[in-house]
Structure formats: structure tokens, C-alpha cells
């Protein structure tokens, strides 16, 4: 099992930039695919972005694509998610998710582990 600690969310306002953090400590870091998901509120949780265990592929949503982009420092045993050009829609809970099987895939069933998530908000 992998924890996994977010943070780095918060209050910004349309347009700005954030950079959100997790910190994976357990098993080794390095064989895992991470995801980003998030979650509205009374919506859905949905994929965000997600990046294979060596780093060379990453996948995005169509909604966030050209504006996030996810990366990885296995010597640190984090990820992270830099989101530019934020929208108000981007507003959400913002979970990691470590992938076991190092796929990287959109689909949260998918991941094994999860972190307790973190807040950002975008206003308008």
C-alpha cells in the first residue's frame, strides 16, 4: 500500500496558476503509474491526468489538456499537477491515485491507493 499526501490547493481567482503536490511514502514509488481526479460538488469523480511509472506517457482530459500538466520526481516520491489558465469549472476536490499495475489509466477503479484530496477553488 501507498499513502499518498496532497496539497498545494486553494483559493485563486480565474486565470492564475496553482502547482498541487503529492507525496507518495510506502512501497516503491517508482513502479507505480499516479493519477489526478477530481471531484464537484454533487458531481462525479472524474480523470484529470495521469502518468505511466517511467514518466513517458501522460494522458490528460480533453477539459484540461494544453492548461495542466502532470509530472513526476521519483527521487522525492512525488507528483505533481500544474494547472495554469485555471477556470471556475476547474473548481473541485483534487485526489492522487497510485496505479499498482503502472498503466496510468483514466478509469478509477483502476488505482489501488488514494489520498485524502485537496481543495481548489477558482473564482470567477
Known amino acids: 500500500q501507498v499513502l499518498l499526501v496532497e496539497s498545494g490547493g486553494g483559493l485563486v481567482q480565474a486565470g492564475a496558476s496553482l502547482r498541487l503536490s503529492c507525496a507518495a511514502s510506502?512501497?516503491?514509488?517508482?513502479?507505480?503509474?499516479m493519477g489526478w481526479f477530481r471531484q464537484a460538488l454533487g458531481k462525479e469523480r472524474e480523470f484529470v491526468a495521469a502518468?505511466?511509472?517511467?514518466?513517458?506517457?501522460?494522458y490528460y482530459a480533453d477539459s484540461v489538456k494544453g492548461r495542466f500538466t502532470i509530472s513526476r520526481d521519483d527521487a522525492k516520491s512525488t507528483v505533481y499537477l500544474q494547472m495554469n489558465s485555471l477556470k471556475a469549472e476547474d473548481t473541485a476536490v483534487y485526489y492522487c491515485?497510485?496505479?499498482?499495475w503502472g498503466r496510468g489509466t483514466p478509469k478509477p477503479d483502476e488505482y489501488d491507493d488514494w489520498g485524502q484530496g485537496t481543495q481548489v477553488t477558482v473564482s470567477s
Open positions: 491515485a497510485a496505479d499498482a
Open positions: 502518468i505511466s511509472w517511467s514518466g513517458a506517457s501522460r
Open positions: 510506502g512501497r516503491p514509488f517508482s513502479s507505480y503509474a
